[in-house]
């Protein structure tokens, strides 16, 4: 270990693995990234480009144009397309199902993973994903594989979208849920899978704060035992 170190923190959507890696970078001083973002990121750019999602071909060809960026504003993560800030874009619902299928497109992934592996070097980071462990940093210090049941991510996901005053059924977001995760498990391109040496956390019944401890408790042995 050259003095920096990784953690890599994989797991199926709404499991909690983006408000728990930005507050474990937060309490560790390292920089936090968000790797579906990027996803997102290029699967606004299919969207917004009228590329059908099942086209893998020509996504393919046009993922190269889909330029995405990775800045840090006031120590928060800001992604760029093409230069235009879409960090709000890239949250909306349909751009979920878009982010799966672009994800599913090695060409996409071997440009992400590059620019992602860029972003690691030479810094302390906690990098969130589904092929963190298992590809992009295979050497991580810490890997953690952070689950929760789908039913338990569905009523998150209902709640969160409630508390913004839209109300999308229950069963229709289970049944997303259930659906990304059988796309992002299945597909020949880097399944999500938990790395042989990933420790699993189950954080169907654990606060945030539950699940932030045990990974920094973690993370501090295992990073103490390295330089020890
Ligand atoms: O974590 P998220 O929901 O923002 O991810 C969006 C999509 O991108 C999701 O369907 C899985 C995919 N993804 C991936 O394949 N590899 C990653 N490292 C991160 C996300």
Known sequence: MSGHFAVAIDGPAGAGKSTVAKRVAGALDAIYLDTGAMYRAVGLYMLRNGIALDDTARIARNAPRAQVDVRYVDGAQRVYLCGEDVSAAIRENPVSAAASAVSAVPLVRELLVARQRE??????????????????????????????????????????????????????????????????????????????????????????????????????????????
């Open 119 to 228: 972003i690691a070097a030479g810094t302390n980071v906690v990098m969130d994903g589904r092929d963190i462990g298992t590809k992009v940093l295979p050497d991580a210090a810490v890997k953690v594989f952070l689950t929760a049941a789908a039913e338990v991510r569905a009523r998150r996901r209902f709640l969160e979208l409630q508390a913004k005053g839209r109300a999308v059924p229950y069963e229709q977001l289970l049944e997303e849920i259930r659906q990304r995760d059988h796309n992002d498990s299945t597909r020949a391109a880097s399944p999500m899978v938990q790395a042989a040496d990933a420790v699993l956390v189950d954080s169907s019944d654990m606060t945030i704060e539950e699940v932030v401890e045990t990974i920094v408790a973690l993370a501090k042995s295992r990073v103490g035992e390295a330089r020890a």
